[in-house]
């Protein structure tokens, strides 16, 4: 045993940095995985270098268990990416390198992956069909695939839906197969994988592809990254987690839908699938290509300081417009008593009614589901609020159940006021389940569907209910922001957001961003042909008609838009302009969080670099019981903000057992909801 080696291991960052000293009989090359003594345990490990990281003595090192000898090691990009992203992320090498591969790796012992290595490497590749026809690319796409094709920039591939950004992908795809590549795709929502790979799949009939997102079993998992890291996998098409698969023969990556925030994972290593895709990229010495209607703001920053390329794909193929946007200011409508009034303004409901009458389909947009967001007592001023959240329970019609969106605490809707008895209790507000149910009423010959997290619970609810949209069995579709992402709807000529003024004064500085990426996805159901464009509206039903968001939705001026946020943004301050990190912490009361964030605080004084906020509850404070603190780290400086988050974690780590109570705490950098 006189082999040292670096041993990544899931310990979290604070008791080290993940990586251990041990002996080996053998000397194991980096990347292999294996089993080592940690404590009392036998843990998983990852080989991270030769030689050893300390000092110790030979006889103070503990000697390591028996390899996975039937796995090629992983290889040094991947290492590097890990590297990095648990850098820059503020967690251990060991616990993100674990976390991010298959969970059934750890399970299998040699000879177990070895007869699943033996079977995928016999695997006959997909017959090699004859490629079916391709369109001959626009001038606008092969301009893309040209300037793509000439460096190795970051590429902002900037189009609506049905400009062409798919097929310029295939494209850009065949040539890096052609050269002998692997190459990845990330999409935002498992939801989007299958329509995305039947269109990779007949594309490339001789080529394997794989999907790796996190409702595969965990056998097929295992199955499909096994082939992406065996390099028997040609195309890897994924959602976030997808962006740390072995591929070692990558040649290209696309991002879809680069803007979307389900790229950002929401907890443990709280990366950016975008953000470690465009760096890995860069890494590897490859293109990247990030695909946007509506591109991230800080995407579209770094076009304009010309870091990033745009590739502009102007025009809908088919040459069908945007549908015209027209606003209608809610404060023109009679005053209701209380805010149950009719859920569509007149002349939206003629809209709507015409659409039925020539025989197409209408999508309304509301982001908020159940059927109202609040039950209310007149008599005694009771609320549905949840016992365990700061938050109101929303009112189910359908299972007649008041249910917490936060926390999941779910009871029986009561037949009259819990506090007063009154029986008269009143559902107040709007949500998909009461907007369906009023449509329906309202227009009775019309088939209405309603699609949103509560309607598609069940395996293939989701498929089951977009085909009776396709088939043209559903003449109103009520859905939530779900409905608006990637769907491809024929024959939708009307997009109605019902209600989207809450995001305009929300507190989260995105909000804006993200609404008019909503909204311009949502617009872009809607006449997607020539011949449809003509007839296509999209009505936007809001209280500030005057809003500059709108004004821009109107002209479908995303530049205009993006130019003035970057405005707002830059004089206060705010990133892309500065970059964040968000402390939170929780406990069981908020004092104790608070304090524990205060002594954070004061250990970062005299710190010039950085600006800290003070202390503040988020929007829910209190979920299952549980308090929550956070505090905003702020810096003009990246490589500073890094620096300084190095430093003061380890300090973190050693005030938390001075503070009783505290549940957990954790640090996001870049974080997306705030
Ligand atoms: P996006 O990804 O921007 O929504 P797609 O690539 O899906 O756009 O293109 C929209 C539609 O136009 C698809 O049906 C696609 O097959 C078709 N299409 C794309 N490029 C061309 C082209 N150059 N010639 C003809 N049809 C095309
Ligand atoms: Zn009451
Ligand atoms: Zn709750």
């Not at 890990?82 to 850098?87: D, I, K, L, R, S």
């Not at 092969?142 to 591939?157: F, N, S, W």
């Not at 991230?296 to 025009?315: K, N, P």
């Not at 464009?533 to 968001?549: D, F, G, K, V, Y």
Request: glycine content about 8%; proline content about 8%.
């Amino acid at each position: 045993m006189t082999n040292r080696i670096a041993v990544a291991v899931e310990t979290p960052q604070h008791t080290g940095v993940g990586v251990l000293d041990y002996l080996a009989d053998q000397a194991w090359p980096p990347g292999t995985l294996l089993r080592v003594p940690l404590g009392r345990r036998e843990v998983p490990g990852i080989v991270w270098h030769r030689g050893g990281d300390t000092e110790l003595a030979d006889d103070a090192l503990r000697p390591a268990g028996p390899a996975l000898e039937a796995l090629p090691p992983l290889g040094e990009a991947w290492r590097r990416l890990v590297e990095f992203a648990a850098a820059y992320y503020q967690r251990g090498v060991g616990e993100l390198a674990l976390a991010v591969l298959p969970p059934e790796l750890r399970k299998l012992d040699d000879v177990q992956l070895a007869r699943r290595v033996a079977k995928l490497a016999k695997l006959a590749p997909p017959p090699a069909a004859e490629p079916p026809p391709r369109p001959e690319p626009s001038a606008e796409q092969q301009a893309a695939l040209a300037a793509l094709a000439e460096g190795t920039a970051p590429a902002l591939l900037h189009g609506v839906t049905g400009s062409g950004k798919t097929e310029v992908y295939l494209r850009a795809a065949e040539q890096a197969l052609d050269a002998g590549r692997q190459v990845l795709v990330l999409v935002p929502e498992i939801n989007l994988t299958p329509q995305l790979e039947a269109r990779f799949a007949a594309r490339f009939p001789g080529r394997r592809l794989v999907s790796l997102h996190s409702a595969l079993t965990p056998a097929q998992r295992l199955k499909n990254w096994l082939q992406a890291h065996l390099g028997t996998a040609d195309l890897v098409l994924g959602t976030r987690l997808a962006v740390f698969a072995s591929l070692p023969r990558l040649g290209l990556v696309v991002v879809d839908e680069e803007h979307d925030p389900s790229f950002k994972q929401q907890e443990g290593a709280r990366y950016s699938a975008r953000d470690l895709a465009v760096w890995r990229a860069h890494d590897a010495g490859v293109p990247v290509l990030l695909g946007s209607a509506t591109p991230s703001l800080e995407t579209w920053q770094r076009v304009q300081e010309g870091r990033y390329r745009r590739l502009a794909l102007d025009a809908r193929i088919g040459g069908g417009a945007m549908p015209r946007v027209r606003v209608f200011d809610m404060s023109r409508l009679p005053r209701q008593r209380g805010v149950d009034g009719p859920p569509l303004a007149p002349p939206v409901l003629d809209a709507l009614k015409q659409r039925l009458e020539r025989g197409e389909q209408s999508l309304l947009l509301l982001n908020r589901r159940g059927y109202a967001p609040v039950l209310h007592c007149g008599e005694c001023g009771w609320k549905s609020g949840c016992p365990h959240c700061s938050a109101w329970r929303v009112f189910h019609k359908g299972d007649r159940t008041l249910r917490c969106h936060h926390c999941g605490f779910t009871e029986r809707v009561p037949r009259a006021c819990p506090d007063c008895g009154n029986q008269d209790i009143a559902p107040i507000g709007r949500g998909t389940e009461k907007l369906a149910e009023q449509l329906a009423e309202l227009l009775p010959e019309a088939r209405v569907a309603r699609i949103d997290a509560d309607s598609t619970r069940g395996a293939g609810a989701l498929e089951q209910q977009l085909g009776a949209v396709h088939a043209g069995e559903v003449d109103v579709l009520v859905g939530t922001q779900m409905v608006a992402k990637g769907h491809d709807f024929r024959r939708i000529t009307l997009v109605v957001a019902v209600n989207p003024d809450s995001a305009l004064f929300a507190s989260d500085f995105r909000a804006p961003e993200r609404l008019f990426a909503l909204l311009m996805q949502a617009a872009g159901r809607a006449g997607r042909d020539a011949e449809q464009a003509a007839r296509s509206e999209m009505w936007i039903q809001t209280w500030n008609p005057q809003h500059a968001l709108f004004d821009a939705l109107k002209r479908h001026d995303y530049a205009a838009f993006a130019a003035s946020q970057l405005d707002e943004r830059r004089s206060a301050g705010l990133p892309p302009f500065s970059h964040l990190a968000l402390l939170r912490a929780e406990a069981k009361s908020a004092e104790v969080a608070t304090a524990f964030l205060d002594e954070a605080a004061t250990l970062a004084e005299g710190v010039e670099t950085i600006g800290l906020y003070p202390a503040v509850p988020p929007a829910v404070s209190r979920v299952a019981d549980v308090e929550r603190v956070q505090m905003l780290v702020e810096s003009t400086s990246r490589p500073a903000l890094q620096r300084f988050l190095a430093g003061w974690l380890p300090q973190l780590h050693a005030l938390r057992p001075h503070h009783k109570g505290l549940i957990r705490w954790a640090v996001d950098v870049d974080p997306l909801a705030i």
